[in-house]
């Protein structure tokens, strides 16, 4: 686990996996090999390095260089080399596809995150302990500072003098950021049940929480490439408000299948969230244009976008 992008990523940092690698593509013959991040070290990287295989990566990142910057100048010279070996690219989003670019020219094939509709959708039972007439806002996500948590909070505050019964449910795990939260609402005067710090939620109550919420709320401040987490309040049926930065105004759009305020405007964003609080028909309106933008975002879509674009390159490359 290091530290990017104001988050944390896992890599594989064995210095022996050339020989495994090696051995793996001689016995397989893969006809095509499918990398996400292709020059994050050290799998990705030695995997392009050692393949013969027609090679198709996919791009998630538009901030904190995955692999673009480990050291220079020998990171640009290896990057030119392993480039080169890339025969097809995939970006998440137009801000993943522009910033990959600057590092690896050529043509893009921009296709985007797929999820699973039916999870959200399906008739699941709501967290009981959450429904008691109280209006419940929730955040799903890493207890990261990059995440906005903090500008929830402060928005909710000056929510809840005015509709006290309302509720913020933070969902997601997270412990040093989360003891700094509670420490704040102490100061502010707000109790365990006015915030509710959830913790680790598994996938299989990730649903119940979105059935729980009256809305959903991201306000991450910025590195965001594209917005899995908004799809699925989407897909849940609920209304969905978010920061307007890039990788969330591309899946959300104003006044149409969500609300969008300026990351960082607590206040901003207080009074988003009493409007829509106090607008029952917007927020159906809301979550009825939501349903409709998830459908093109189901996997069976987006699989078969990405199984025409292994073919395409493949005989691409077959015939040239």
């Known amino acids: 686990s290091i530290p990017s992008s104001g988050s944390v990523i896992r890599i594989a940092t064995s210095l022996h996996l050339a020989p495994v690698i090696k051995s793996v593509l001689e016995r397989e013959k893969f006809d095509i090999i499918h990398l996400h991040e292709p020059f994050m070290p050290m799998l990705c990287s030695a995997i392009l390095r050692f393949s013969n295989a027609v ?5 998630h990142a538009w901030d904190g260089k995955p692999g673009y910057d480990w050291g220079k100048p020998v990171s640009t010279w290896m990057l030119k080399r ?42 699941v039972k709501p967290i009981e302990q959450f429904c008691d007439g109280k ?18 909070m402060r928005a909710f505050e000056m929510l809840h003098k005015e509709m006290p019964d309302t509720r913020l449910i933070m969902a997601g795990p997270g412990t040093a950021l989360r003891q700094v939260y509670e420490q704040w609402m102490k100061r502010h005067e707000l109790t365990e049940k006015e915030i509710v710090f959830t913790g680790y939620v598994s996938e299989e109550d990730k649903a119940r929480y ?3 919420a009256d809305i959903y709320c991201s306000p991450a401040t910025s590195r965001e490439s594209f917005g899995i987490v908004l799809l699925e309040g989407m897909a849940a049926g609920k ?16 006044g149409e299948n969500g609300l969008l305020f300026p ?19 917007l927020r159906n309106k809301l979550a009825e244009s939501a349903k409709e933008t998830v459908d093109s975002y189901r996997w069976d879509k987006i699989a078969q976008r990405v199984s025409d674009y292994y073919t395409k390159i493949y005989e691409e490359q077959k015939s040239g």
């Open 210 to 212: 979105f059935k729980t």
């Open 55 to 59: 090679n198709i990566g996919t791009f």
């Open 239 to 254: 209304p969905v408000v978010a920061s307007n930065i890039d990788g969330y105004n591309s899946v959300v759009t104003h």
């Open 263 to 281: 990351p960082k405007d607590s206040v901003h964003l207080a009074e988003t969230l009493k409007t829509l609080l106090n607008d029952e028909e």
């Open 135 to 152: 209006k419940n806002i929730l955040f799903f996500g890493r207890l990261e500072r990059r995440k906005g948590g903090i500008y929830l």
């Open 82 to 123: 392993r480039r080169q070996k890339l025969h097809g690219r995939i970006a998440v989003s137009n801000m993943a596809m522009r910033y990959a670019r600057k590092y690896v020219p050529g043509d893009y094939m921009v296709i985007p995150n797929g999820i699973d509709v039916e999870q959200f959708k399906q008739d």
